[in-house]
């Protein structure tokens, strides 16, 4: 390891702009003419448009256009689309409604634009689009999942009976039954997964250019992934052609997932530019992103697990019903199948699963895909029915997931996914050692002595990253390949630059990129520069997500060096007159092995480019692309043991302990790695302990529409975390790399609830575990102990 | 926001009738309840009066057993006067509690008892501290200021300009906050005054605002220990209830608070 090779905890090259408040960010961009856009959105959960008057509006100072849905449809400009194919049981397709950006008939959340403005001021804007008048038939909405798919219900698509999207199963429901039938012991629970608001710190903002002389089109956006938003907004919603559009991501504040899709918003923007004649900017105010960004999770599950009298697992049944909200965002149809059910084997050999999912329709805002997407939701499954099962059968839950460990590698689970390699029980050994796992029954005495109740829980999690290869993900339905893109290119002078298909919004890759530069050409990362997010610069990608750009990305890097290494030895073996083996490049020289000869990289490069004296036939140059499609996905693994102590009397949770033990193959640079397990373990512990989102189920007004109602996780709500890592080296992929930006959000819910449900001796409590909801089973447990 | 004119008076009286003049018109003493409101646009005052910069309203005295604090004081101001720590270390407690760091360096004093928010922290120690709430045009005691949600005794455009607080010989106050805004779900402010008298004050919880709990102030002041309160309760039929804390919660929440408060005299306990 270099100083700033792999390895290194190199400090993030990108902070400098962003503490000192020189990020740029869409919000920050401005071009000559702009105007604004305000949306005019629905305060209805389900209404029907009966007519629309934008007469007032037109008529107030600075408006430059008043655009409905009905201008919209006019222009051709199509319905939004969900990008993953989901086939049902009887193996029909799934039961899409339309949506379109802006809605023409009928409203089904409340915040779904129906209309824009655009005028010269913000203000402007937003005073006209409160001027246009629309006559609402209002509709009783439907939020409650349960509800949602009784019989008799109101539909709210036409497509989707019982608004049920599709009825989905994955595995062997008779090699289930048979496991369940031969059980010793059953272990049952039914789950509430709750719903999320993402939270970026930036909110969602597009500026869309249309420019007259050239009919090119611009967009600036706050996308995780620019070249598939151009292509979408190209192939689909013909706003533009694909040679005409450039998307521009740049300094993005945080996606989660939720800067993947392709909103309303976007197209209209750069749609309404064209009809106005003026640049539309729009900047999303928090309540826009707490209404419209899409949220995450929501599934009510039931499981069950069965095991023989030895304590091993025989088999899973698992049925889900998954709140889709009002219309199907760009993924969600992945979410909770391909994403989820195929992760219900854990860490352990389960020979029998079977899982069956319901998406359905309710009047809430969509849901895609949020940090975790779908595995946080199996980890959260798999991990309080183990936890669950150990405290029946009357064993520890370490004892009892070490006896059921995969352990041999590859492993073919029965929900299609071969692991590559892992080692759980190294994970598992390190967490409880750094939690002093054994010196909890002490710690909960003492803690007895000050009137808390003291818990400890575990969750021993696996996720799947880098979603690949290319030809698997679209047997299963994927509209779009997962592989990645890079160019390498060395400049005349020698510095570098990486053209990814990646882009960093928080993931740090102007850093980590550049090590593995660095690493491969000696060179120092300040002579290495990270190019991404703009569709004009990168050739192409497929953006950043599901923890993929290093297992993904970072190895499409690496083809491309291997490209640039092998032609500037062939450059330097020609100067020395040397054998094209015997060159070795390091600490920006270039050797010959075993003699005194040497050269400087800049000699190299300059070589390249003077094409004075090239071997023979060699095009000048020194500039390599190449795609990576990974041969299968990534399995990052580890163990997170929680320890709480509860305040009886108001049912305050404190976390007083909190240890991962992550196994993410090999690590770039492990600060950085850390950086995102912090992140992600406060956005689980909030998910365990505070986010809660509320709807009034007779209104479906979200209650929780600002901060002073949706609870965000503080500093001073967790822990100094005990971080540490093991590592088996992922064979997928040439830097054994497996993932690590979800983990933190995986794994640590259900570490959060067992350690609560064994504080309380009551398995019954619902995430969010509210201080209330603690309160009232911490009485449960005082009166139990008094009659004891 | 909708588009209002910000003014800066430079006197009480210039205040005054800058509100009386102008028609439609909010006072503004930090804004942490306004500003959000007109951001949501759903207030629009055509203008708002800044009262943080009249040097009427600012500074705070502390003269024998009473602590006056002008209402344009910031809480941070509160928190870290040394004559306040001495006097009623409670109080400054209190102040350094509320919000963060930038909510106590821009809110006032007087913008929180005005507006009387039912879950702000002040209230509770205006009324357990018997205080006396000063206008530009009168004097009003505790008891008969706050009159409910948000609302109090003061008139159309009457200016808050300070308060007196009555140093007590011992106090205490306990809160167990919101876990989203921070604001108290039960805060229970309780003082026993040099003549003997007991104050107990609940904000946060009551569906009518911050309130008096006499059943607990009669315990105390037969007997001023935390065990006096043993079994006492609130009936919840007059607490809140919301997505954070049903009424029955918050009616155990008061009595947790008023005895942590009982049990931590001279401080703040949360």
């Known amino acids: 390891m270099g100083v700033e090779g792999i390895g290194a905890r190199v400090a993030r090259k990108e902070d400098k702009r962003f503490i000192t408040g020189k990020g740029r960010y869409t919000d920050d961009m401005k071009v000559p003419g702009m105007h604004y856009a305000a949306f005019a959105r629905s305060p209805h959960a389900h209404a029907r448009i009966r007519s629309i008057d934008t007469s007032a509006a037109k008529a107030m100072p600075g408006v430059d256009g008043v655009l409905t849905g009905t201008e919209l449809a006019a222009d051709g400009i199509g319905n939004l689309i969900c990008g993953w194919m989901i086939k049902s049981k009887d193996g029909t397709p799934m039961k899409m409604g339309a949506f379109p950006a802006l809605a023409r008939e009928t409203v089904r959340f409340v915040g779904q634009p129906y209309a824009v403005v655009v005028a010269a001021t913000q203000a402007q804007a937003r005073d006209a689009a409160e001027a246009i008048v629309v006559d609402w038939e209002e509709l009783p909405a439907v939020i409650d999942l349960n509800y949602a798919i009784k019989k008799g219900t109101l539909q709210l698509h036409p497509e989707a009976e019982n608004n049920v999207i599709y009825d989905w199963e994955l595995g062997d429901s008779k090699a289930a039954d048979v496991a369940f039938a031969k059980a010793a012991h059953v272990t049952k629970l039914d789950l509430v997964n709750n719903r999320l608001v993402p939270n970026a710190m930036e909110p969602r903002a597009a500026l869309g250019v249309y420019d007259t002389g050239d009919e090119n089109y611009t967009l600036w956006t706050t996308s995780q992934n620019p070249h598939v938003a151009r292509l979408v907004i190209s192939a689909f919603y013909n706003v533009a052609p694909e040679n005409k559009l450039r998307v521009i991501a740049p300094d993005v504040g945080g996606g989660f997932g939720s800067k993947i899709f392709i909103y309303p918003e976007e197209i209209v923007c750069l749609w309404a530019s064209k009809k106005t004649g003026v640049p539309v900017k729009w900047v999303a105010d928090r309540t826009e992103a707490f209404l419209t960004d899409a949220h995450g999770r929501d599934h009510i599950t039931h499981a069950e697990m069965a095991f023989d009298a030895d304590n091993k697992m025989l088999g899973l049944k698992v049925d889900t019903i998954a709140n889709f909200g009002a219309y199907m965002s760009l993924f969600s149809s992945s979410v909770p199948t391909y994403l989820y059910a195929t992760l219900l084997s854990g860490q352990y050999v389960i020979p029998a699963i079977h899982a069956n999912v319901r998406a359905v329709y309710t009047n809430t805002s969509p849901v895609d895909a949020y940090r975790g997407a779908g595995r946080p939701e199996a980890t959260f499954v798999m991990e309080r029915l183990v936890e669950t099962a150990a405290r029946e059968l009357g064993v520890s839950p370490a004892e009892l997931r070490r006896k059921n460990f995969v352990r041999t590698f590859p492993y073919q689970t029965p929900v299609i996914m071969t692991y590559d390699a892992g080692d759980y029980e190294a994970s598992l050994n390190a967490a409880m050692q750094a939690a002093d796992y054994a010196g909890f029954g002490q710690r909960k005495l003492e803690a007895e002595k000050r009137g808390k109740l003291r818990g400890i829980g575990m969750s021993c999690y696996i996720e799947a990253c880098g979603i690949a290869p290319s030809a698997a993900v679209g047997s299963l339905g994927a509209g779009v390949g997962l592989w990645e893109s890079a160019e390498v290119r060395v400049n005349p002078i020698g510095t570098v630059e990486v053209l990814t298909g990646s882009h960093s919004h928080g993931q740090s890759h102007e850093t980590t990129f550049a090590q593995l530069v660095s690493q491969r050409l000696g060179l120092p990362i300040e002579n290495i520069s990270i190019v991404h997010g703009d569709t004009d610069k990168v050739q192409f990608g497929m953006g950043t997500y599901g923890s993929r750009s290093g297992a993904v990305g970072m190895s499409a890097i690496f083809k491309a060096l291997d490209k640039v290494e092998a032609k500037a030895k062939k450059i330097a073996a020609h100067l020395m007159e040397a054998s094209e083996g015997d060159i070795e490049i390091s600490n920006g020289e270039v050797r010959v092995a075993g003699t005194d000869k040497k050269l400087p990289w800049v000699s190299v490069a300059l070589g390249a480019y003077t094409g004075h004296n090239l071997p023979a036939g060699m095009e000048p140059g020194l500039k390599e692309g190449a795609f990576y499609d990974p041969t299968n996905f990534t399995f990052p693994a580890g163990c997170y043991i929680c320890e709480v102590e509860i305040d009886p009397q108001t049912g305050h949770t404190e976390i007083v302990q909190f240890v991962a033990a992550d196994d993410f193959g090999k690590l770039i640079n492990p600060m950085v790695v850390e950086g995102q397990v912090h992140g992600g373990i406060a956005q689980g512990v909030g998910q365990a302990l505070m986010e809660a989102c509320h709807y009034d189920t007779e209104t479906g007004q979200l209650i929780t529409a600002s901060y002073n109602d949706y609870t965000m996780p503080r500093a001073d709500d967790l822990p100094s975390f005990k971080v540490s890592t093991t590592e088996t080296i992922c064979p997928g992929n040439p830097l054994g790399m497996k993932g690590c930006g979800e983990a933190g959000a995986i794994g640590s819910p259900p570490a959060v609830i067992n350690a609560i449900t064994d504080a309380l001796g009551d398995n019954s409590i619902t995430m969010p575990a509210t201080a209330e909801k603690v309160w009232r089973l911490a009485q449960k447990a005082t009166m139990r102990q008094a009659a004891e | ?270």
């Not at chain 2, 402010?189 to 569906?207: E, I, L, P, Q, Y």
């Open chain 2, 1 to 270: 926001m909708y588009e209002t004119t910000y003014h800066r008076p430079k006197s009480l009286a210039e205040a005054a009738s800058l509100f009386s003049s102008s028609g439609d018109a909010t006072y503004i003493s930090g804004g942490h309840t306004l500003l959000p409101t007109l951001k949501a646009r759903l207030a629009q005052p055509a203008n708002l009066i800044d009262l943080r910069h009249v040097p009427e309203l600012k500074g705070l005295q502390v003269t024998g057993d009473t602590v006056t604090i002008g209402a344009a004081t910031t809480h941070r101001e509160v928190a870290m006067s040394a004559d306040v720590k001495k006097a009623i270390p409670t109080l400054a407690a209190l102040a350094g509690s509320i919000g963060d760091p930038a909510v106590r360096h821009l809110g006032t004093m007087g913008g929180s008892v005005a507006n009387n928010d039912p879950a702000a922290d002040y209230p509770a120690a205006v009324l357990a501290l018997a205080a006396t709430v000063s206008t530009n045009k009168r004097q009003i005691a505790a008891d008969q200021y706050f009159t409910g949600l948000y609302s109090t005794s003061l008139e159309e455009g009457e200016i808050l300009t300070k308060v007196a607080f009555k140093a007590p010989a011992q106090s205490g106050y306990a809160k167990f906050r919101n876990p989203a805004s921070h604001y108290p779900m039960a805060g229970v402010f309780v003082a026993k005054h040099k003549d003997g008298s007991v104050r107990v004050a609940v904000t946060g919880a009551g569906n009518n605002g911050v309130f008096r709990w006499k059943a607990a102030e009669e315990a105390l002041a037969k007997n001023f220990s935390a065990d006096a309160l043993k079994g006492l309760t609130v009936d919840k039929a007059g607490m809140m209830g919301d997505i954070h804390g049903s009424a029955e919660y918050r009616a155990n929440l008061v009595a947790v608070m008023a005895r942590r408060a009982m049990e931590n005299l001279g401080k703040l306990t949360m």
